[in-house]
């Protein structure tokens, strides 16, 4: 039983408009939510996260906003950029269990110029 | 810092051999995690250790699979013997432990197992 899903494999935004990346969990226990990002042979790295107190968090260009009501959360690009191309992970924690991470199984963004 | 540091990038064997995974978490760190990533799973925990002690190796998927941290800086995880199913990326990661839930991923280790 997936408790994160990324329900969408792929996504293919334009230069300059927003992406939006979705993701879904079934339990409600989860405390911490996080986004990372992947290129091609290297390592997941950290994108930004959101607390369960929380329903919004910002960075920069990045912001992911938490429906806990929906069990979803979504994380928004904008402006996209071509660099902004990668798979993006989405995950989530318990209480005071910091990287014992769920993954979802990822979407694939693609920015074209 | 030089980040979290896996070795080897890649690795081919037959199956039946016996592979070792090596892993360096950043300095300071306290908890060091190893994940393997495989189309059909996706991402998944397999062990983590809290003060190179291990806490949680239920994500460990058979015997044949063991790991160890002798000590803050060195983490190996071993497959013995290995079988083609075992074919994946395998990542370390390592987290603060001082309440920043960031973690920290290696390059991981791409495994072929034929």
């Known amino acids: 039983d997936q408790q994160v899903k990324q329900n969408s494999p792929s996504l293919s935004v334009q230069e300059g408009r927003i992406s939006i990346l979705n993701c879904d969990y079934t339990?409600?226990?989860?405390?911490?939510f996080l986004w990372y990002k992947k290129y091609p042979a290297e390592g997941p790295t950290f994108l930004i996260s959101?607390?369960?107190?929380?329903d919004k968090n910002e960075d920069g260009r990045f912001t992911v906003f938490l429906n806990k009501s929906a069990k979803h959360l979504s994380l928004h690009i904008v402006p996209s950029q071509p660099g902004d191309s990668a798979v993006y992970f989405c995950a989530a924690s318990l209480y005071n269990q910091g990287g014992k991470l769920i993954f979802g199984q990822g979407t694939e963004l693609s920015v074209k110029p | 810092d030089a980040g979290v540091i896996q070795s080897p990038r890649h690795e081919v064997t037959e199956m039946g051999q016996e592979v070792t995974l090596r892993c360096k978490p950043i300095s300071g760190h306290n908890s060091l995690f190893w994940y393997r990533q495989t189309m059909m799973r996706g991402l998944e925990l397999l062990i983590y250790f809290n003060n190179n002690v291990p806490i949680d190796d239920s994500g460990m998927p058979e015997d044949r699979f063991s790991a160890k941290m002798p000590n803050a800086s060195f983490s190996t995880l071993k497959i013995q013997p290995s079988e083609p199913r075992d074919s994946a990326v395998y990542f370390c990661?390592?987290?603060?432990?001082?309440?920043?839930?960031?973690?920290?991923f290696g390059s991981g280790t791409q495994l072929s197992v034929l």
């Open positions: 990661a390592s987290i603060s432990g001082t309440g920043d839930e960031k973690l920290f």
């Open positions: 339990n409600s226990m989860f405390d911490y």
């Open positions: 959101i607390s369960s107190i929380k």
